[in-house]
Structures are given as structure tokens and as C-alpha cells.
């Protein structure tokens, strides 16, 4: 295999490596905002929250925000959108350092 051919195969390897960690801190993310959330919101099963909106996050990324301020909508809990915004920044933030980390 020439040099070029191993730093391709490298680079390959580094990048599925990276996507893999995203995914699962995204996933991670969204559980901690998701417990954060059914604590505030008073639902009972919050470890059932937490996981649905992993898989939110899995299934629509984008829509992740909009669900969790049309749960609060719901459950008539009044939270400013930026305090939601900021609460998944962080809890983004450090899922990706306890995975990125622990590896």
C-alpha cells in the first residue's frame, strides 16, 4: 500500500470516528436537556422524556427545539425560548467532553 492509500484509509478512519462521537453526543445531549426539561415540566417518568427526545434527536435533529418548547407550551411551564436554547448548548457542550474525554 503506498504512503497516499494509508493516509486516505487514516483519514477515513478519523472522520467515521468523529461522526460516531457527534452522534452519540447529540443522543447524550438530548437526553441531559430532556431530563433538565421533565424535572421543570413535573413529569412523572422523566427517564421515558429524556430517552423520546434522543430519539428526536436522532430521527428529526432539527426539530429538537421545537418540541421541547411545544412540551413546555403544553404543560403550561412558562420558559424563555433562550433559556432553552442555552441549556442544550451546554448540555451539548458536555456530553461531547465526557465522551471525547473518556475516550
Do not use: C
Not at 11 to 28: I, N, S, V, W
Not at 65 to 90: G, K, T, Y
Amino acid at each position: 500500500m503506498t504512503a497516499l492509500n494509508e493516509r486516505a484509509r487514516a483519514l477515513e478512519t478519523q472522520f467515521a470516528r468523529q461522526q460516531e462521537l457527534r452522534f452519540k453526543a447529540d443522543a447524550r445531549g438530548a437526553a441531559m436537556i430532556g431530563r433538565w426539561a421533565g424535572y421543570v415540566m413535573g413529569i412523572d417518568d422523566v427517564e421515558a422524556y429524556a430517552r423520546s427526545l434522543a430519539t428526536t434527536q436522532i430521527v428529526e435533529p432539527h426539530r429538537l427545539l421545537d418540541r421541547i418548547r411545544q412540551d413546555f407550551a403544553n404543560a403550561r411551564v412558562p420558559v424563555q425560548e433562550a433559556e432553552i436554547a442555552s441549556r442544550m448548548h451546554q448540555y451539548l457542550e458536555q456530553a461531547a467532553d465526557e465522551l471525547y474525554y473518556r475516550v
